[in-house]
């Protein structure tokens, strides 16, 4: 079995923790070092952080000590996930990067790098090949992978069955994010408790662009993105964890029926299925037959987070289907997705 | 000073006890009879009612003795708000029409009748005219008009000012709804609190068909509707009131930016206002510029709760505009509007 | 291994179903019979019951054919556990104990009955030897236990370690209680969204008596009561899972400090931690030093939602100690205080 | 008709707002100026805010320049109210109290000065005699007035008849607080939905304190604190606004019945109902007869949020009574009993 020694930059945030509850009994990748801001740096674990998980903090972490994010510090591990903030992640993992370390990112900063995948590991597993075009490291030792905004998840897995039967046209989306997208201490109770906010600020254009580049063509080294038009509202709702999206799409080739586009979603098979990776849910994308579902509170946590749950797939008068999708937000949206990369890019040998 | 004794049927249901709040301290009319089924009929209003609005019980009403909704039993009345359940409105209603006592329905079963209004006063005040076409009674005593659902109600009032201007072509909607949508005992709290349900049986058709009838064209005393294809996802949201509308519409023309589109809302004006209704709030529709804004908890209670307030307008590269809406479901969405409909109806002399 | 096959009487409602997830991987017991109402009689318990579980429904279950709930019916079955509603429960669990068919029930029908043991096993373990004095059969082979509220559980655990040290002697307690404790439809939204309920209808009487059975003293097959005024104020409040009190307590014996009285929770043992139950939690009464913790949505799961959390122990300047606790209402409080229940008399030998 | 000139001092945040709202049309105080942190200070309020208010910014304020909190900037105001944080508030309000400007204030810094009065108008009107012990400057002109704790104030309200009949001997509670009273941003939404934190950092030291020195005994200038034992915990409810307490006291002399204890707070007459103040409600003790009831959602607002509402008064076996009661805690419990007490001071010419 693989054994990885791993890193988390930004351990103390919110993303941060969530990395190391998902890897606390992982099967191949072991908590070797964690960074963090150097208010942090020099802290045992257990001090540092202020422990938001529902479970309790894993024993083997409370007495790492924390380190400063830098390469030299982290001597000794295999990767680093980084769940640092956009405001810091730019420069550190590029310097990680430099260093020969690879970084599997959950940060926004280098995903529009035209040699950076934007990987979702069902819907675009070829794209590690773009790795080979980054020229961090002479050697090729350091690069730099990283996942889509935590909406574009589930949006680009719920519509791959679609994109890949039909081809997808446009696409028009209402989202309701959990207040989990937002960290901690994230959204204030007093604008969300018994109410909506329409707007997530900054959250539509990545909506907007990033499933085009998880849906571009990689040819000769180099990637193609789609051209699909996408609108998105962004909302905020009063749940804890699961972003649930309510989505119309036009087709370039029309099923004979809904329940064609049905068949369509559950007959689709997983590329990566052949793995067999210890993250992977048996159903990364799973309908629910039952109307009223999926729902937040009651399926986000289905099959470790890791699923993308879609329902109500039925035809629309205005352009062709209309379903509802939804997926953990910060489980498969955010550090289970960058795990389940780091897992892929294990089994396609460019973690060794 | 216009002066009515009204009867209110179904007066014990979270409808008939909003119409009671909101008829309180109405300077035109004055609760005469309260009518609901035979197990609170004989007993005083105090007694019968499971009072839930936030407001105490006002005085007037608590010691009134509770009908049964028949014509007979509301001798004295000039005309009946209907806030009974669809499973007896239809009869009832056809009773005290013939009658003739006017009905002014928040019901949907006289909805699709082809004579009943479904009358928004800002937006379709000229439908009026269809009662001439009611055939209820030999002299015309005894009608029914009747207000749209507490979606279709913001959906089309926030599209006027468009339509008015640019022609509405086609409609996608997802609708993030209130509990207090579905009456009391209405949505179980393990169903929806920290969540979002993504289906509310049986509403979509209606957020789809009735537009139709409200944007119909009435020419030689014959309703004819709209075509404009609407597809809607209705979800149930943890908010106490509010329904609040993602919307996105395609146009017959094109506005040369959003901004003018804004203008138009803004600019738009009431063709009821000349009327002066007491009812009637001053900016009917209003345009927040604050994109954060309207948010269901902050504003349902805008002017009364008859307001429906708009955000948000911007392009779409899908259709052509996109904006969020929102009103107080069961105020402008229910007995406001029938009180609405009401005073225009006395405003044109229909009663009196 | 013990291996026994179970009955669930009330199977379709929330109680049944927490039974049913509870017992999905039970080493010792298997599900073999399934009972409902006449309405749900007849049917595969997947279209019976309408699963609220956030989990789904077990394969494993679901074409098990819902059947009466008489003793008939159940013939196969080494015991019963009883879900059922208390409008119906005192007839069908008699019926069952008479057919020598043991009941380990959550209903309230039979808690007050003088020998029937009102059962926790950390707290009265021995109290299992009442079985005896039942008279429902001949031979022993039918008897009745049950387990209490959903609160007295709670209270009667963290409350224990105190009373075997210091003895109790006055307990005021307010409870903040999870809307899951009213079932299903249970709580409307409309009442609890953004809210606080302070009454729970019938809910005080039971704390105020129950603890008292439970702390009770078995002597040659007598159980007297326990002689401690309590007083409880039952509030609801909008969380899902786990009923949090707020406890003062005056003691017969003083503590030298609250920090003595927190080793003395701290240092106590498990009675029963010698049997090694599969469902009982390594940490039957858990203390949290941190301050702001237990907290109902972070802890009423930790070990599967077993435990009793206690923590913020501190002096009264009023009574002697003060102190928060809480436990998972619908697992330690119900379902799952039930399943321990049926293992301790597995490891007594009462089911054989 | 009374008419001063008033300043707000921290009127930006979230107490400050609510000051402006709640002055938005009084009939004797004018808001002549508006004060908040450099960071503020110059800008018109409009941008200097971040309104959080339900209802629309006042337009009288929207375009009043904010001024550093100097009694230089404030020239021409008849007094202040201060909302200012308890980190600044110390040293401005006593600059503004040297400077001979009276400042009226919601902070806790000065609420321990035996000099100055911790003011709740019906409860201990006569504490208005302490400020002739104030020498902040010579002619008496500079003073100050606090109000206590927004828990403190429904407590001391509720337990005002009782005190006046039977004499407080001792207090336990628990609060359940809404989130507002954390103030903006307060309480991130990820601790509080679907939750309750049972614990308010820094929240019961007052809750014991403060209630001691409004029931004090004032006589020759001196206050002597009442010697009440009270021990309360404070818990954080996912609700917007108003305080629900669940309070159990033993008395001095026993009341015969609970129903006569219900009595004596019914018939309860307000010491300052004489003054007739504009901002004082008609009923500054409620009881509800209705055991379901106060609920913070459904009466905080009742009498504009001025009322202290009362239920459940019922025997309790451990101490004597037992019962719950509930206040809005930014109106009641913070700037409107502020300006309740200027109201008060004004009637009894301390402000002239």
């Known amino acids: 079995m693989p054994n990885f020694n791993v890193g988390v930059l930004g351990a103390t945030g919110a993303v941060g923790?969530?990395?190391?509850?998902?890897?606390?009994d992982h099967p191949w990748f072991t908590i070797h070092s964690l960074g963090a801001s150097s208010r942090s740096a020099g802290k045992p674990y257990v001090e540092a952080a202020n422990w938001i998980e529902s479970t309790e903090m894993p024993e083997s972490?409370?007495?790492?000590?924390?380190?400063?994010?830098?390469?030299?510090?982290?001597a000794g591990v295999d990767f680093v996930f980084s769940g640092m903030d956009a405001s810091v992640a730019g420069d550190i993992e590029?310097?990680?990067a430099k260093a020969g370390i690879p970084v599997i990112s959950n940060a926004r900063n280098f995903r529009t790098d035209p040699t950076v995948p934007l990987l979702v590991p069902e819907v675009n597993p070829g794209h590690t090949e773009l790795i080979h075009q980054q020229s961090f490291t002479d050697d090729g030792s350091g690069w730099i992978v990283t996942n889509p905004?935590?909406?574009?998840?589930?949006?680009?897995?719920?519509l791959k069955p679609l994109h890949d039967q039909y081809g997808i046209k446009s696409v028009i989306l209402t989202s309701m994010q959990a207040v989990s997208?937002?960290?901690?201490?994230?959204?204030?109770?007093?604008?969300?408790?018994?109410?909506?906010?329409?707007?997530?600020?900054?959250?539509?254009?990545?909506?907007?662009?990033?499933p085009l580049k998880v849906f571009g063509t990689l040819k000769d080294g180099k990637l193609t993105h789609a051209e699909i038009p996408i609108q998105a509202t962004a909302?905020?709702?009063?749940?804890?964890?699961?972003?649930?999206?309510?989505?119309?799409?036009?087709?370039?080739?029309?099923?004979?029926?809904a329940e064609e586009a049905i068949r369509a979603v559950k007959n689709w098979e997983?590329?990566?299925?052949?793995?067999?990776?210890?993250?992977?849910?048996?159903?990364?994308?799973?309908?629910?037959?039952d109307e009223r579902y999926p729902q937040p509170r009651l399926h986000a946590d289905s099959e470790r987070g890791m699923r993308t749950a879609v329902g109500r797939i039925r035809s629309s008068n205005v352009l062709d289907l209309t379903f509802v999708a939804m997926a953990h937000n910060t489980v498969r949206g955010a550090a289970g997705g960058a795990i389940l990369n780091a897992e892929l890019l294990v089994a396609k040998g460019f973690i060794k």
Do not use: W
Not at 17 to 24: A, N, S, V, W, Y
Not at 236 to 257: A, D, F, M
């Open 149 to 158: 905004n935590c909406v574009a998840v589930p949006l680009t897995m719920s």
């Open 17 to 24: 923790q969530k990395f190391i509850r998902l890897l606390q």
């Open 61 to 74: 972490v409370q007495q790492i000590v924390v380190k400063d994010c830098t390469p030299k510090a982290f």
């Open 94 to 96: 590029l310097d990680f």
């Open 181 to 210: 997208g937002a960290g901690y201490p994230g959204v204030p109770s007093l604008d969300i408790l018994g109410n909506v906010v329409p707007l997530i600020s900054g959250e539509e254009p990545k909506i907007h662009a990033e």
């Open 270 to 289: 997983s590329p990566i299925a052949k793995y067999d990776l210890p993250t992977a849910p048996d159903f990364p994308i799973f309908y629910h037959d």
């Open 235 to 257: 909302t905020r709702v009063p749940t804890i964890n699961g972003h649930l999206l309510s989505v119309t799409v036009g087709l370039h080739n029309k099923p004979s029926s």
